[in-house]
């Protein structure tokens, strides 16, 4: 059975106070209204991480970073390694943002170095994929896909994915307000279970792969309900704890 799984990026917002304010609501909102196996995750910037894992330690939500060092230790000023977030308590990471590919030089490359990393230490990788607005005008938002499947999730052990979620987050509709269509969602997961089943065999149904681009609390049920679609990367709409408990509570 794959695992259903919401999680919120919170990107590079908030302060400290923020942070420990939004996940004590989310927390309480949780324990009083959700009653489901929907795995939680919370991604707050760096120097909340711990704070955040502290929190949640009792619960089931999870923590997540929103990057991590393509390199273990040593000289590299202003980088965050994989063990010092395993370190801070959160069991996750988000790798391949669409952000980090942008503006801070995130190629296939240097993510397969990082899933690498954090996979060595413990962590779960969400591992995020998806075409341009040209990429989808021209026609070649499967190729981009495929893409960047192929140069790094392909490149890892059926072990090693199994640590694996995957998120499409078509790049157009991330901060957006224009969500991809349920029927064009429906296509492209379907794609990318198709692509990795190439490389992974029957291990591909069990990956969840979660929808991020202007995901709210309405348009999340209907998004959910699509069968290849097992969850949602929530950006905006993550930093309101009542919005974010609704889209949990649409599967
Ligand atoms: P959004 O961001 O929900 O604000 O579009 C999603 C993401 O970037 O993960």
Redesign the pocket.
């Known amino acids: 059975m794959r695992r259903k799984i919401v999680a919120g990026?919170w990107k590079m917002n908030g302060t400290l106070d923020d942070a420990i304010k939004l996940t004590s609501e989310i927390a309480g909102m949780y324990k009083d209204e959700i009653n489901s196996d929907v795995q939680v995750v919370l991604s707050p910037p760096f120097p909340f991480l711990n704070s955040v894992s502290k929190l949640t330690n009792n619960t089931a939500i999870k923590v997540a970073a929103q990057n991590c060092a393509a390199q273990a230790s040593g000289a590299f000023t202003g980088e965050v390694s994989a063990s010092m977030i395993t370190s801070c308590g959160a069991g996750y990471v988000i790798l391949g943002?669409s952000?980090r590919r942008t503006y801070f030089s995130d190629t296939d490359e240097v993510l397969l170095l990082k899933v690498r990393q954090a996979l060595l230490n413990g962590l779960q990788v969400i591992f995020c994929i998806g075409e341009t607005k040209a990429e989808r005008e021209s026609n070649s938002h499967f190729d981009c896909v495929e893409k960047q499947i192929l140069n790094v999730l392909s490149q890892l052990t059926p072990d090693e994915f199994a640590k694996c979620i995957v998120a499409y987050?078509p790049v157009w509709?991330?901060?957006t307000g224009l969500t991809a269509s349920p029927a064009q969602v429906q296509e492209m997961h379907h794609f990318i279970r198709e692509v990795l089943k190439k490389q992974f065999g029957e291990q591909a149904s069990e990956t969840s792969i979660l929808y991020?681009?202007?995901?709210n609390e309405n348009n999340a049920k209907e998004l959910f309900a699509l069968p290849d679609v097992d969850g949602g990367?929530?950006?905006?709409?993550s930093l309101k704890s009542r919005s974010f408990i609704s889209i949990i509570k649409s599967f």
Not at 212 to 215: I, P, V
């Open positions: 990026n943002h952000e987050e509709a991330i901060g991020g681009g202007s995901c990367l929530i950006g905006g709409a």
